[in-house]
């Protein structure tokens, strides 16, 4: 059974930073796609970060580019979630999520219509698993 367990959400002050870890079972992190997703209140799930070994893609979504970043570590079975200079607008629940289904995407993103990334990150994209989710608040 594939599990995924988000840890590390919490109160911060605007400005500050925060990582999240995602503790992944049931699969091996061999070939995977993986990625982060948040929903504040009142909003849609929205897309954050991204990274695929079946076709090489990765994403990663502007209102976090350059002060996100996403990391695996496969001894650990777990992927991170660094969040630097955090505004109010980050509040909100944040998820891993994973889709072995878009592991048949193999091309590389250059020739490929849709990369892994992209489809597993599509708004309203229908996602085989999710963690439960980590709150995470920033205040001033």
């Known amino acids: 059974e594939v599990q995924l367990v988000e840890s590390g959400g919490g109160l911060v002050r605007v400005g500050g930073s925060l990582r999240l870890s995602c503790a992944a079972s049931?699969?091996?992190?061999?070939?995977?796609?993986i990625a982060w997703f948040r929903q504040a209140p009142g909003k849609e799930r929205e897309g954050l970060l991204c990274?695929?070994?079946?076709?090489?893609?990765?994403y990663t979504a502007d209102s976090v580019k350059g002060r996100f970043t996403m990391s695996v570590d496969k001894a650990r079975s777990t992927v991170y979630l660094q969040m630097n200079n955090l505004k109010e607008e980050d509040t909100a629940v944040y998820y891993c999520?994973?889709?072995?289904?878009?592991?048949?995407?193999?091309?590389?993103?250059?020739?490929?219509?849709?990369?892994?990334?992209?489809?597993?990150?599509?708004?309203?994209?229908?996602?085989?698993?999710w963690g439960q989710g980590t709150l995470v608040t920033v205040s001033s």
């Open positions: 990274t695929s070994t079946s076709d090489g893609s990765s």
């Open positions: 049931g699969f091996t992190f061999d070939d995977y796609a």
């Open positions: 999520a994973t889709d072995f289904r878009v592991l048949r995407i193999r091309r590389p993103p250059s020739v490929s219509p849709r990369s892994a990334c992209v489809t597993l990150t599509f708004p309203r994209a229908d996602v085989e698993h």
